[in-house]
């Protein structure tokens, strides 16, 4: 214990200066969290604006332009600075909790992944100043050619991904090196919880979905900066490239941002069921046959494009299998329930919700998997709906399952319960009225992204109701927020294990230690605490090892300021990408001599 | 016992609540006549969508019923209670071979009739008609080939019965061409040709409405259009009057009109056949007032509206390409020239 103590006193721990160059995982994943949850809200308020502009006939709260703003900034800022980072915040902290390993594989590089991300998000978000992107989050050519969006706002969309970009692919390729190589003793891959196994799995779907759109991407700044044709029709260039590229990407995205959530309540169900997971290994398969065939569905976004009929055939097949492993899954969550003992707190609220919520989201998938239904369903409310369903109701709903599962583990507080339930009725009530009417409105033939529309076709009254569903989820979350900071006031009182749960993490103290586990821990089971609760296997005592954690740097935050400013040459002038490369390459040269002690 | 109690009452409203929405929305379903409804069938290939649609619908309602059914029983019956000890099991391969074949049985009941219509979908019978539809920033040109070459905008007419083959095209962005009772949507691609055809089952005085589907800019939501179906009748006299000249304006105030709209900049972007208007950036006005919408379906093609619109019609319909001609607007016309040229307008029947 004394050399723990002693490897400890390097490092400071507390002000301002030590979290910018912090390189703990745990940290980083608190970063990304309350960075992540801000951003949630921000795009929160801009939902908000553009259901109050949709609220009755002739909405007039918004102009065209500002609401293509809007609607746009709100997908990216949901999908790209909420959704995804938030999934991050999971995997950060609780990857090497979960694996019994003391950090993740590269440090430095995870405290590079968050800076960049953060440097990205503002980047995007800074848009509101000039002008934000406004066509649409997949940003169809030739629409954001500089011949239809002359303005900054399609640079933003550009820069902003690709800043996006690095970081996720950073993180992935450490989160990928860290499962495979750092697990404990006896942490077999077919012992991995259902969290990681979906962590591992978005890795390897973020490693390759990543660069066919920076492919786009860099076509499209080509285009806009340097007159290439790569989407303009009539000149060499093709529109409909931009849409092969870009759903190569966006469809595995989709899993990127629901798998998180589904290894979320893989891990909440169990403990609150009282009984493991009900087919662990094939919700493990499923989850990797839902992600290889994610790669094979892309032109199901593209069926009224004019694809002609053995293509529509090809793709629809394809994409109605992916209800298969999808169905198994949720089979397997229900079969946990069975015969189990349920405790029914926020955390598992969340997470019975999220089946329901999220199965809705998929049934509604499958619908428009047939071509022939997709013509009426492409580009109107019902695909809206479709896709609140799966990313609300589905990612959004586990995250908060997880949030109220793991915030002991994370801060050793508890949320109040009773908040806590206010909160998932306030949410699952007002996910349904919000989102459920979508479905009736796309099939009245309401087009998706009008800022207006005419009282004459009865498309009023549910999208009122629409509205106050909005305003319902969003007193959902205001309670969270007020259940969070009463929370934080609080007293740690949390024990290493308060919900009797199975996996590593819980058997390190709440808060964990800055090194994780005082002894790394020996894993005999799929539920390794529940294994040695009933084998009367006590946790192994310090042998008093070095433990060598690495120091903090300021290399990552710098590295990711030279990062932004090359991303911000396009929008001003290109000598800020040189002063960027400048500083990216000193920091990489100071990253690599850096003393390791 | 009241905690029981109370997360008794929660599942069953959890149960309860997504059941009675959906009931209210079936109901509603069947009731409600929205003139944009995909689900009131009036042409031929919205009839070959809902043959695949309805049978999906019901797998997907049956589906939704019995799993939140099946999630709200599971909740219900394995909660907590004093003395209840949790199965502990790991699995069951029969149970989870059973509910893979499941999905596999619903997947292949999708996929059968899915594969027969893309199929018919594609089929096009040898005597269509044909159409070139056209989308523009923001608006639709109608040309057709197969009668005498006649151009209009933003109001299709069509023969009742007869299939008619578009060919869908775009001069600027993606947009899509789409008239939900008749016919799914087909996008309207920059450098491609897209065919779509379908048959409109009877002639009705009121139009069917369409609308662009895909963002195409600022005015997307304003970029509307809508489908005459006509006796073949009354289809023939629509076609001789929209294949003739323009008519000669006959009142004083339309004649004054004539000959400001000739040497203002409207000759720049418009064709009136049979005058020296001749330009087709806009939407042909040869028959303007034969028409009962103007802006592309979104406003009565009146007086006040035509002025409203020649004074700037950046108002009506934001980013508008046309440039605004009232000279409070930053144009050159006066309010009274603007009169006229509305007049002219509207006796170009």
């Not at chain 1, 502009?53 to 293509?68: F, I």
């Not at chain 1, 908040?419 to 989102?435: A, P, Q, R, S």
Request: net charge neutral; charged share 10%.
């Amino acid at each position: 214990m004394a050399t723990v103590a002693g490897t400890l006193a390097h490092h400071e721990n507390s002000g301002v200066w030590s979290w910018l160059t912090t390189v703990d995982h745990k940290r980083i994943g608190a970063l990304y969290g309350i960075t992540a949850f801000s951003f949630f809200m921000w795009g929160g308020v801009q939902a908000l604006l553009v259901r109050t502009q949709l609220a009755v006939p002739h909405g007039a709260v918004v102009d065209a332009k500002l609401y293509n703003e809007l609607f746009t900034m709100h997908a990216l800022t949901m999908i790209f600075l909420a959704v995804m980072p938030l999934g991050a915040s999971f995997q950060n902290f609780l990857i090497p909790l979960m694996i019994g390993a003391r950090d993740v594989a590269f440090p430095r590089l995870n405290a590079l992944s968050y800076w960049v991300f953060f440097g990205g998000a503002v980047l995007l978000t800074a848009s509101f100043f000039f002008e934000a992107p406004g066509g649409g989050w997949f940003n169809y050519a030739p629409l954001s050619e500089k011949e239809f969006s002359p303005g900054l706002g399609i640079d933003f969309y550009v820069v902003g991904l690709m800043v996006l970009g690095i970081s996720s692919l950073m993180a992935a390729l450490n989160f990928a090196v860290t499962i495979i190589n750092m697990r404990a003793p006896g942490m077999t891959m077919m012992r991995l919880p259902v969290f990681i196994w979906m962590s591992l799995i978005i890795s390897f779907l973020l490693i390759l979905a990543l660069p066919p759109l920076t492919v786009a991407l860099i076509q499209l700044l080509f285009d806009r900066q340097f007159g290439t044709h790569f989407f303009i029709a009539g000149e060499g260039g093709d529109p409909i490239l931009w849409q092969h590229l870009f759903w190569v990407f966006g469809h595995p995205e989709v899993y990127i941002l629901i798998l998180p959530a589904m290894g979320i309540v893989s891990e909440v169900i169990p403990v609150f069921s009282r009984k493991p997971l009900f087919g662990y290994p094939a919700i493990v398969f499923a989850g990797m046959a839902i992600a290889f065939l994610g790669w094979a569905v892309w032109s199901h976004h593209m069926f009224t494009t004019g694809m002609g009929a053995v293509p529509r055939t090809i793709f629809a097949t394809n994409t109605m299998i992916i209800a298969i492993p999808t169905g198994v899954k949720v089979f397997n969550w229900l079969g946990t329930m069975y015969g189990g003992n349920i405790r029914f707190n926020t955390a598992m609220s969340f997470a019975v919700a999220f089946i329901a919520l999220f199965t809705i989201g998929g049934i509604s998938g499958v619908m428009h998997a047939s071509p022939p239904v997709d013509g009426q369903h492409q580009d109107t409310y019902f695909v809206v709906a479709h896709l609140h369903y799966v990313l609300v109701g589905g990612a959004v709903t586990g995250i908060f399952s997880g949030i109220y599962y793991w915030f002991p583990k994370m801060t050793g507080r508890f949320l109040d319960e009773k908040l806590g339930m206010v909160h998932f009725w306030l949410w699952f009530i007002g996910v349904n009225l919000t989102f459920f009417p979508m479905h009736y409105l796309g099939l009245l033939g309401m087009p998706r992204r009008i800022y207006t529309y005419d009282a004459g076709l009865n498309w009023g009254f549910w999208n009122m109701a629409e509205t106050i569903g909005a305003f319902t989820i969003a007193a959902g979350v205001l309670i969270f927020v007020i259940n969070f900071f009463r929370s934080m006031g609080q007293e740690k009182t949390a024990e290493a294990n308060p919900w009797g749960a199975a996996t590593l993490e819980w058997a390190t103290s709440s808060p964990p230690p800055e090194h994780d586990f005082d002894v790394v821990p020996v894993v005999r089971s799929r539920d390794p605490l529940w294994y040695d609760r009933d084998h009367n296997i006590a946790p192994a005592e310090p042998t008093g090892e070095h433990i060598h954690l690495p120091p903090p740097s300021y290399y990552p935050i710098l590295m990711a300021t030279g990062v932004v400013l090359m991303a911000m040459g396009p929008l001003s002038h290109l000598a800020l990408t040189a002063v960027g490369v400048l500083i990216v390459v000193y920091g990489i040269w100071g990253w690599a001599l850096e003393p390791t002690e | 016992m009241e905690r029981i109690r109370r997360v008794r009452l929660n599942t069953s409203a959890r149960r309860l609540l997504p059941l009675l929405l959906l009931s209210i929305l079936v109901a509603l379903t069947v009731a409600c006549d929205a003139p944009m409804s995909t689900a009131v069938i009036a042409g031929s290939d919205n009839r070959l969508i809902w043959g695949p649609y309805t049978l999906i619908m019901w797998m997907a309602m049956i589906t939704f019923v019995l799993t939140m059914l099946l999630t709200a029983y599971l909740s219900i019956a394995y909660r907590e209670r004093p003395g209840r000890v949790a199965q502990q099991i790991h699995g069951n391969t029969r149970l989870e071979v059973l509910w893979t074949l499941i999905p596999v049985a619903i997947v292949v009941v999708m996929a059968v009739p899915t594969i027969t219509t893309i199929q018919q979908q594609a089929t096009v019978p040898p005597d269509a008609m044909k159409v070139i539809a056209i989308g523009h920033q923001w608006w639709f040109e109608f040309q057709y080939p197969d009668n005498g070459g006649v151009i209009t905008a933003n109001e299709l007419h069509i023969p009742e019965g007869k299939t008619v083959a578009f060919d869908v095209r775009s001069t600027d962005v993606i947009h899509a061409f789409w008239v939900p009772q008749l016919a799914g949507k087909i996008d309207m691609m920059p450098g491609h040709v897209n065919k779509i055809h379908f048959s409109a089952d009877k002639a009705r005085p009121e139009p069917y409405l369409g609308q662009c589907a895909e963002l195409c800019g600022y005015s997307h939501a304003n970029m509307r259009f809508r489908v005459f179906v006509d006796t073949q009748a009354d289809f023939d006299k629509w076609v001789a009057n929209a294949k003739a000249d323009a008519k000669a304006p006959v009142s004083p105030l339309a004649k004054q009109g004539a000959e400001i709209f000739s040497r203002s900049a409207c000759i720049g972007c418009h064709t009136v056949a049979g005058t020296a208007a001749q330009a087709k950036l806009g939407p042909s006005l040869t028959h303007l007032g034969a028409r009962t919408t103007i802006a592309a379906g979104t406003l009565e093609n009146n007086e006040a509206n035509l002025q409203k619109w020649i004074h700037n019609s950046a108002d009506i319909k934001p980013g508008s390409k046309m440039p605004p001609m009232g000279t409070s607007a930053g144009g050159t016309l006066s309010d009274d020239e603007i009169k006229a040229v509305a007049a002219y307008l509207l006796e170009l029947k």
